[in-house]
């Protein structure tokens, strides 16, 4: 059944693609994670899955087409220099003025709720010490060589995830597939749904489907019909 379903799923993402103007050839690149595990590659990743829950890519923009925003980020972190924005900066609330310093304009400052840019920036100041400090970078790149999923993956991921302000699990597995886990898929809300309905449990919880995800792309591969399925 994971085979067939697999072949459905691929030929009607080949047919919307071609809808978009994508063919087939060009899909392939959105396959292939965006980053990799060079020191800056690895924060700029940060940076845009820390903005990937809700409504905070509304705020931050860090992916828009227009870059106004991110060559902000850009510059506040020094192109993404972990070690000196690090070094630099002793808090959060230091980065969040130098965003505001930098150009970037805060609509949900309230009272007794973080705005958007506060949580933003509270994350990517525990993401920095994390990456300097908490030997964040190694931790990276051994997940990233790591071929097969076991407990002690999922441990590390649900680790980095407590460490790290506003990012949950989900989205702790969209910055380490970003960076270069092709083993790793990032549960979220759609496909969970899916899996949840395919395995007829509304109980499964993320790490549920990060296993089978894996084991998915696994039975795809051994059976030849995709050697390289990745999660």
């Not at 050839?25 to 994670?33: D, M």
């Not at 227009?66 to 609330?93: M, P, Q």
């Not at 400090?133 to 931790?139: A, M, P, R, T």
């Not at 990032?186 to 993320?206: Q, S």
């Amino acid at each position: 059944m994971q085979i067939k379903l697999y072949k459905a799923l691929y030929r009607n993402l080949v047919s919307y693609a071609s809808v978009a103007g994508v063919d087939e050839s060009a899909l392939q690149k959105y396959f292939i994670p965006e980053g990799n595990t060079s020191s800056d590659s690895i924060l700029f990743r940060l940076c845009s899955s820390l903005q990937n829950s809700g409504m905070m890519r509304n705020s931050i923009k860090f992916n828009d087409t227009d870059t106004t925003y991110r060559d902000i980020v850009k510059k506040v972190l020094f192109s993404f220099d972990a070690n000196k924005a690090a070094a630099t900066y002793t808090d959060w609330e230091s980065i969040y003025n130098a965003m505001l310093t930098g150009g970037i304009t805060d609509n949900g400052i309230k009272d007794k709720k973080e705005s958007n840019w506060e949580k933003y920036c509270r994350g990517l100041n525990d993401g920095l010490r994390f990456m300097t400090v908490g030997n964040g970078e190694k931790i990276i790149k051994d997940l990233v060589a790591v071929s097969e999923l076991t407990e002690k993956e999922l441990r590390d991921i649900s680790i980095i995830s407590n460490q790290i302000h506003g990012l949950g699990l989900p989205l702790t597995c969209d910055w380490l597939k970003e960076c270069g886990c092709t083993w790793l898929a990032k549960p979220d809300v759609h496909i969970n749904g899916v899996v949840k309905y395919l395995k007829a449990d509304e109980k499964l919880k993320d790490e549920d489907v990060i296993k089978l995800m894996f084991s998915w792309a696994e039975t795809v591969k051994l059976s030849g019909e995709d050697k390289d399925a990745t999660a």
